[in-house]
């Protein structure tokens, strides 16, 4: 069990920031969480005995308000907001998404390591998890914009580990597979049938499957880091490779 440490999880309102930030709570962390739906976070943050505030990653201003109202000493930054949308081939792809995704996937986690890295110093044992995706190192076709935004955030861990090389400092990336959130749905700007057929007929992966992951690597041992964690389904082999029954 884990006690008086803290944690922050961005995109904290729905799917695998809410499963994190439960599951953290439940590992005894104080958890700040942060999102854009401020009521749902509060629900949340209510029910786990969190504290909930405002948060978006791609507004500078919001991410530095968000940081002034934290702890000095912060032990976890989840970084999970973010994700798809479209998915046009390059020839049609519409720049406004791909800047949005951009701005969330890979600024948005650069501003928060940026901006909490003080914090995570001070607490002698800082990690900073980032929540990428098997896009990090795959492609499939209409998915360049994403990633291209998810290879960023490799880039981003790695460089990271050299730049704090010596420092109590851990960097884990999580790379998830098929989970079934609110991610599709996003992507296909609120067409709930097109986001079912991504998961119809096959068993994918659910939020609570990667919060554990999350959970697993946070509380190894202070010189112990987990360098990335890759999770899929059974039923899933590459990104544009899924079993499908019937």
């Known amino acids: 069990m884990t006690t008086h440490k803290v944690a922050v999880v961005t995109g904290a309102s729905s799917g695998i920031g809410e499963a994190t930030a439960r599951a953290l709570a439940a590992a005894g962390y104080t958890v700040y969480l942060g999102a854009r739906r401020l009521d749902r976070l509060r629900a949340i943050a209510a029910d786990i005995g969190g504290h909930a505030l405002a948060l978006d990653v791609a507004d500078a201003a919001s991410v530095q308000s968000f940081a002034t109202a934290l702890p000095a000493h912060v032990h976890v930054l989840v970084n999970n907001a973010g994700g798809a949308l479209g998915l046009a081939p390059v020839a049609e792809f519409d720049e406004a998404q791909w800047l949005a995704m951009f701005q969330s996937n890979v600024l948005g986690l650069a501003r928060m390591t940026r901006a909490l890295h003080g914090r995570l110093l001070a607490s002698g044992d800082g990690h900073v998890v980032n929540i990428g995706s098997i896009a990090g190192f795959e492609t499939y076709s209409g998915g360049a914009g994403y990633t291209a935004a998810k290879h960023a955030v490799r880039a981003i861990s790695e460089t990271l580990r050299l730049e704090w090389l010596g420092q109590p400092m851990r960097v884990t990336e999580i790379d998830p597979g098929l989970v079934e959130t609110e991610f599709s749905l996003v992507r296909f700007a609120g ?16 939020a609570g499957d990667i919060a554990d992951a999350v959970v697993w690597a946070t509380t190894r041992p202070a010189h112990v880091n987990v360098d990335q964690i890759v999770i899929r389904p059974t039923d899933q082999a590459r990104a544009d490779k899924v079993f499908r029954r019937g």
């Open 191 to 206: 067409d709930a049938e097109r986001a079912s057929k991504v998961y119809a007929d096959t068993r994918p992966l659910t």
